[in-house]
C-alpha cells in the first residue's frame, strides 16, 4: 500500500526550465510537507502546507485538499537544483513519505 | 547550529555484529524518529519517541531497538545485524509530533556483509 504516490520518479531538464512535480495522497492529512535530498544523502524540509500556496525562491507548492493533491513547482531551474524531491504527510502521529523523484537538472 | 546530529556516517558490519547509531538534536524538539531509506521504497519509520522517556514501534521495528536516553539523545540499536539491514538510516525530530515540521540528520549508510 502506498499512502503517497509521487511522479514522475525521473525527472531530467535543461537549465532554465520550469518544473512540476506532482504528488497524491490516499490518506487524512494534518500537514504535507516537502523534502530536498542532496547526493551524499541529506534531508531538509523545503516546505509544511495544509492548504492553499507557499512560496520560497524558485520554488513554489501548491495544495488541493479535496483532491488530495500537491504539486511542487520550480521555476527557472538550476544544475544546483539536481536533487531527490521528496513527498511526506503527516496524520495523527504517523509520516508517510513517497519514493521521491529525482531530478538532473542539464547546463 | 547543528540541528540533528548522527553517528557514525558509515559503517560496515558483519552478519551477527551489534551496534548503536547515536542520534543528538539540539532544537529541545519532544518527538525524535529512526527511519530506513531503501531504493525505490520511501522512508520507513522504525520507531519513534513521542517525547522522553516513551518510544514506539513504527512500520519496520523488527530487529531493533530504541533508547531515547533523554531529550536531546534518541538511539537506534542492531543486537545481531543481518544483510537484510543493509540501508541509509535517518534520525529526525520534530517540536511536536507530526504536526510540525521534521528535521532530519545527516544519514548513516549502514552495509551488513
Known amino acids: 500500500k502506498n499512502e503517497v504516490e509521487q511522479s514522475p520518479q525521473n525527472l531530467t531538464a535543461q537549465e532554465g526550465e520550469f518544473i512540476t512535480i506532482n504528488c497524491s495522497y490516499s490518506v487524512g492529512i494534518s500537514a504535507l510537507h516537502w523534502l530536498q535530498q542532496h547526493p551524499g544523502g541529506g534531508i531538509v524540509s523545503l516546505f509544511m502546507?495544509?492548504?492553499g500556496k507557499k512560496k520560497h525562491g524558485r520554488l513554489i507548492a501548491t495544495i488541493n485538499i479535496q483532491e488530495k493533491h500537491s504539486s511542487l513547482h520550480i521555476t527557472a531551474s538550476h544544475p544546483r537544483d539536481s536533487a531527490v524531491y521528496i513527498c511526506a504527510v503527516s496524520t495523527g502521529n504517523q509520516f508517510y513519505f513517497g519514493t521521491g523523484t529525482s531530478l538532473t537538472v542539464i547546463p | 547550529n547543528a540541528g540533528v546530529t548522527q553517528t557514525p556516517k558509515f559503517q560496515v558490519l558483519k552478519t551477527g555484529q551489534s551496534m548503536t547509531l547515536q542520534c543528538a538534536q539540539d532544537m529541545n524538539h519532544n518527538s525524535m524518529y529512526w527511519y530506513r531509506q531503501d531504493p525505490g521504497m520511501g522512508l520507513r519509520l522504525i520507531y519513534y519517541?513521542?517525547?522522553?522517556?516513551?518510544?514506539d514501534k513504527g512500520e519496520v521495528p523488527n530487529g531493533y531497538n530504541v533508547s531515547r536516553l533523554n531529550k536531546r539523545e534518541f538511539s537506534l540499536r542492531l543486537e545481531s545485524a543481518a544483510p537484510s539491514q543493509t540501508s541509509v538510516y535517518f534520525c529526525a525530530s520534530s517540536p511536536t509530533g507530526m504536526y510540525t515540521e521534521a528535521f532530519f540528520g545527516q544519514g548513516t549508510r549502514l552495509t551488513v556483509v
Open positions: 502546507l495544509s492548504s
Open positions: 519517541s513521542a517525547s522522553e522517556g516513551t518510544t
